[in-house]
């Protein structure tokens, strides 16, 4: 297994992972079915919707096999599938430089990736300030790992309390 923590500008509220070299425009991906779960998918690429348009603490592990289910420990969490012909998985924020952009090796072909969100609440109640500390930062965890494409599927949905 890899682990590896960041910490991510989610401008736009998203976060991207994608083929290395991919060229794909994610605008036509977000239905509104995809703002309402929080994930916009397309061939070789995905965005996992945020709830700040901050810095997000974002940890990837790319696993040999699908993950046990620990939903009960996040807020939200979706899946989707997405190919990744190059073998390389780029994991950014919406406007980050790709060039300098965090890359990982998995195995080329389809992979599925669990996002699983966190902190959801405090983060959204300090706002514009939830990244000046790690206790009310939101956080997401992506897992990615080789299987046959499959349908975006939200396991565990969270929705924001009304002002």
Same mark, same amino acid.
């Given at each position: 297994?890899?682990?590896?923590?960041?910490?991510?500008?989610?401008?736009?509220?998203?976060?991207?992972?994608?083929?290395?070299?991919?060229?794909?425009?994610?605008?036509?991906?977000? @239905?509104?079915?995809?703002?309402?779960?929080?994930?916009?998918?397309?061939?070789?690429?995905?965005?996992?919707? @945020?709830?700040?348009?901050?810095?997000?603490?974002?940890?990837?592990?790319?696993?040999?096999?699908?993950?046990?289910?620990?939903?009960?420990?996040?807020?939200?969490?979706?899946?989707?599938?997405?190919? $990744? @012909?190059?073998?390389?998985? $780029?994991?950014?924020?919406?406007?980050?430089?790709?060039?300098?952009?965090?890359?990982?090796?998995?195995?080329?072909?389809?992979?599925?990736? %669990?996002?699983?969100?966190?902190?959801?609440?405090?983060?959204?109640?300090?706002?514009?300030?939830?990244?000046?500390?790690?206790? @009310?930062? =939101? %956080?997401?965890?992506?897992?990615?790992?080789?299987?046959?494409?499959?349908?975006? $599927?939200?396991?565990?949905?969270?929705?924001?309390? =009304?002002?």
């Amino acid at each position: 297994m890899i682990s590896t923590e960041l910490e991510l500008f989610a401008d736009y509220y998203q976060i991207h992972l994608f083929d290395d070299g991919c060229v794909t425009d994610l605008g036509d991906a977000w @239905t509104e079915e995809a703002v309402r779960d929080r994930l916009a998918v397309a061939t070789d690429a995905m965005a996992v919707g @945020t709830s700040v348009n901050v810095n997000v603490a974002v940890a990837l592990q790319v696993l040999k096999a699908a993950p046990e289910d620990d939903s009960a420990e996040f807020d939200h969490v979706v899946e989707g599938s997405l190919h $990744v @012909t190059s073998g390389r998985l $780029v994991v950014m924020g919406c406007t980050d430089y790709e060039p300098e952009a965090a890359r990982f090796g998995v195995a080329a072909g389809p992979v599925r990736v %669990r996002a699983a969100r966190s902190n959801l609440a405090e983060a959204e109640r300090h706002g514009i300030d939830s990244d000046d500390d790690p206790a @009310t930062m =939101e %956080r997401l965890r992506l897992q990615v790992w080789s299987a046959p494409h499959a349908d975006p $599927v939200v396991i565990k949905r969270w929705e924001p309390l =009304e002002a």
